[in-house]
């Protein structure tokens, strides 16, 4: 398996910006999406925004105009910035990436907190 590194997170007041950025250990083939998901305390882990390996987008409608999701496929990384943070978006953030190349493989990070404080 390959590793999956988050980072970009921190604590931010409401209103404010941050990039999360997702690093694989080792070099990434047939990449059929990436994605970032969140989970917050006592809640279910929920789809954020995803990207196929075609370029197509997708994003949970609480995000929509306030998020992106972008890669660079020569690195295989994966970014979301957020802009406009809400209280309502603090939680821990996951990288993950899913693909099938000899096998199916399905990578997850271990995650990074963002805190948005009002």
């Known amino acids: 398996q390959v590793p999956l590194v988050e980072s970009g997170g921190g604590l931010v007041q409401a209103g404010g910006s941050l990039r999360l950025s997702c690093a694989a250990s080792?070099?990434?083939?047939?990449?059929?999406?990436m994605a970032w998901y969140r989970q917050a305390p006592g809640k279910q882990r929920e789809l954020v925004a995803a990207i196929t390996g075609g370029g197509y987008t997708n994003y949970e409608d609480s995000v929509k105009g306030r998020f992106t999701i972008s890669r660079d496929n020569a690195e295989n990384m994966v970014y979301l910035q957020m802009n406009n943070l809400k209280p309502e978006d603090t939680a821990v953030y996951y990288c993950?990436?899913?693909?099938?190349?000899?096998?199916?493989?399905?990578?997850w990070g271990q995650g990074t907190q963002v805190t948005v404080s009002s």
């Open positions: 993950n990436v899913k693909g099938i190349y000899l096998r199916r493989y399905d990578y």
């Open positions: 080792g070099r990434l083939y047939s990449i059929n999406s």
